[in-house]
């Protein structure tokens, strides 16, 4: 290649090949999946691939990382064992398991710092307060769980049946599996009245019976049932009505 060839190749954008570190383009390739598309776009040996190039960026790590992930049975396994036991892996070295254990406890206190930011849903005025200006003016009925952790603090929330104007079907056994799914220890129903009176029908106090018998045979607490209206709200927890 001449000169002049050279800097054209350049001046085109083209990377030069770095001949020291062969597995750069591998490496640039999987860094740049995880920029794209997240973590979810990985497998279990790639996540750990990428940790292990942090303490040893030039040595390839593809084979390791399998290694470790099938010793240690998937991601999670990896992320727990001990640095002598990561280091009975040919090629793993003391910087390597520095790097995981590392990443490992930064990401427990994140979680730490994130629970502390949950909202706590410790009282039906409280929930009316979170959920009110979501679910006014709503044309349909709308039935939403909240899914808590043994702290009443929100885990996550979710719009589990849509219906029509003064009713929505709601299965029993959805509401049970989307709890478990989400691994609360205690729940929240809320659902809205277009009419705009909060006060229950027949069907609302008859499934809400049948909610809670069958969250009470899992385990799963209910904390409420709360029908949102117009500026008012009514709590079957408040009326004494949760009793199976």
Known sequence: MTQGSHHATIAAGMPEKN????????????????LRAGISSLNDYEIIELLLTLGTPRTDCKERAKEAVKRFKGLRGVLEASPGELQEIKGIGPKNAFGIRLVREVAGEYLKEKARELPVCGSSKAVFDYLYHDMQGLKVEVFKVLYLDSQ????????????????????????????????????????????????????????TRELVAAAKTMQIKVNDHIIIGDGRFFSFAGEGLLNP
């Open 152 to 207: 009443n603090r929100l885990l996550a929330s979710e719009d589990l049946f849509t219906g029509t104007v003064n009713m929505s079907a709601v299965f029993t056994r959805e509401v049970i599996a989307s709890a478990l799914r989400h691994h609360a220890a205690a729940l929240i129903f809320v659902h809205n009245h277009p009419s705009g009176s909060p006060v229950p029908s027949r069907d609302d106090r008859e499934i």
């Open 19 to 34: 001949p020291g570190n062969p597995n750069e383009g591998h490496r640039r390739r999987l860094r740049d999946k995880f």
